[in-house]
Nanobody, 121 residues
Framework: QVQLVESGGGLVQAGGSLRLSCEASGSFFSINAMNWYRQAPGKQRELVASITRGDATNYADSVKGRFTISRDNAKNMTYLQMNSLKPEDTAVYYC???????????????WGQGTQVTVSS
């Protein structure tokens, strides 16, 4: 069973920083893209940042220059460093990964359970 587990959320004042972590566990062959999404109350889930296995990155315009996504393939982990946080960054942040279970199977998408980030003004 493949699982994604996030950690690192919490309450921070505007202008502060948080670092989210996501670890993929279980039995699998490889991890392709790893993304971070967020969902604020009453809003749709949105893509925040993505990173390929080759470390190509992409960011939502709203977080460019403030957030940095990275990954450690040896540890099956991805990270989201969030700086200069704003109240509008308040949301549940979800880890998402495209994972190949075995060399002979197709890839599947997996979601973490989410971690709350609250930024006070």
């Amino acid at each position: 069973q493949v699982q994604l587990v996030e950690s690192g959320g919490g309450l921070v004042q505007a202008g502060g920083s948080l670092r989210l972590s996501c670890e993929a566990s279980g039995s699998f062959f490889s991890i392709n893209a790893m993304n971070w999404y967020r969902q604020a109350p009453g809003k749709q889930r949105e893509l925040v940042a993505s990173i390929t296995r080759g470390d190509a990155t992409n960011y939502a315009d709203s977080v460019k220059g403030r957030f940095t996504i990275s990954r450690d393939n040896a540890k099956n982990m991805t990270y989201l460093q969030m700086n200069s946080l704003k109240p509008e960054d308040t949301a549940v942040y979800y880890c998402y990964a495209i994972i190949r279970r075995t060399i002979a199977t197709v890839t599947f998408a997996y979601w973490g359970q989410g971690t709350q980030v609250t930024v006070s003004s």
